[in-house]
């Protein structure tokens, strides 16, 4: 008989485990190709635990550019939250050191994400989670809405549809709280036998990143430090796919038609489907974050 929260328990000392993964070296990203034996390896790494950790993905220099900006453009929501679980979601706007092929279509990343979800793969959402001091663990999920049953009970079986890339803006440690998985539960039928595999805690550094199956187990873990933990988030998907799941209250993506016309064609082929798609909520999403923090605070507990 297993004991799930023994189990999970256990994941949060990190670094007891082998986490799947694929460095990053300074030959591949010069070239801006990954050698291919190393990209089979992470291929079969992916396909069998439904997560991969890609160290070194963005530079330092890079990592500072998107932090500044992150912190900047969104100030006052990282001041404070009223959110209960203490990790407001936010849309971040594609502009600046976010506006850029590195990001949308990452050539490191393109081979492996081709692989998965065909070439013509989409950008489905460029998004924000912070977590406040404090936070619990988040609620546990999988990404992906399921395409044909409830619990993975079909879906196991079918390839992939969707994949987050989560990129933290600070070290995921245990204090701060890793993304925690429970690896191979994307081929599993149902919750209670997906958690019986047991999670794991994989440390991230700035810089790196986790990719994650859309139908893997997982969810924050709690922050124990005394550090908001941001984050920021792509979600790519076959191009036929989409999930409006957590999309009614904010828009999966922000880009005005003039930064859109500026972009990188590859990158802006990711982001075409989303044209004139969401204009409600992007006008009510927008106003709403016009508002003084004070009043937004008062009237929203969705930013
Ligand atoms: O905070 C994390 O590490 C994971 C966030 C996440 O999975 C989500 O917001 O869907």
């Known amino acids: 008989m297993y004991n799930a929260h023994q189990l999970e328990a256990n994941a949060s000392r990190v670094g007891d485990h082998e986490v799947a993964s694929l460095k990053i070296t300074e030959d591949e990203r010069r070239t801006g190709r990954i050698d291919p034996q190393r990209l089979a390896e992470a291929k079969r790494l992916f396909s069998s635990q439904g997560y991969l950790r890609v160290e070194d993905l963005f530079t330092p220099d890079q990592m500072r550019a998107f932090d500044r900006q992150y912190r900047s453009k969104n100030a006052s929501l990282l001041a404070a939250t009223n959110k209960a679980d203490s990790r407001p979601l936010f849309t971040l706007q594609i502009e600046g050191a976010f506006a850029d092929a590195q990001v949308l279509d990452n050539p490191l990343l393109r081979p492996l994400l081709s692989h998965f979800l065909g070439e013509d793969f989409i950008v489905a959402a460029v998004s924000a989670v912070a977590s406040f001091p404090g936070a619990p663990d988040q609620f546990l999920h999988r990404d992906a809405e399921q395409l044909f049953s409830e619990d993975n009970e079909i879906d196991k079986d079918l390839p992939v549809t969707t994949i987050?890339?989560?990129?933290?803006?600070?070290?995921?440690?245990?204090?701060?709280?890793?993304?925690?998985?429970?690896?191979?539960?994307?081929?599993?039928?149902?919750?209670?036998?997906?958690?019986?595999?047991?999670?794991?805690?994989p440390e991230l550094r700035v810089g790196s990143v986790l990719l994650t199956d859309g139908r893997v187990l997982h969810r924050g873990a709690a922050n124990r430090s005394d550090r908001v933990r941001p984050l920021f988030y792509l979600t790519f998907h076959r191009s036929w796919f989409r999930d409006f799941g957590g999309y009614t209250e904010r828009p999966p993506i922000l880009v005005s038609d003039r930064e859109l016309a500026r972009l990188d064609p590859g990158?802006?082929?990711?982001?075409?489907?989303?044209?004139?798609?969401?204009?409600?909520?992007?006008l009510k999403y927008l106003v709403k974050r016009r508002l003084p923090p004070w009043l937004r605070l008062r009237i929203s507990r969705d930013l």
């Open 164 to 201: 987050t890339m989560l990129a933290p803006l600070i070290d995921f440690t245990h204090e701060t709280g890793c993304t925690r998985v429970w690896p191979g539960s994307h081929r599993i039928a149902g919750t209670e036998a997906g958690l019986a595999v047991g999670s794991l805690d």
């Open 267 to 282: 990158a802006r082929a990711r982001l075409a489907w989303f044209r004139d798609a969401y204009a409600g909520i992007r």
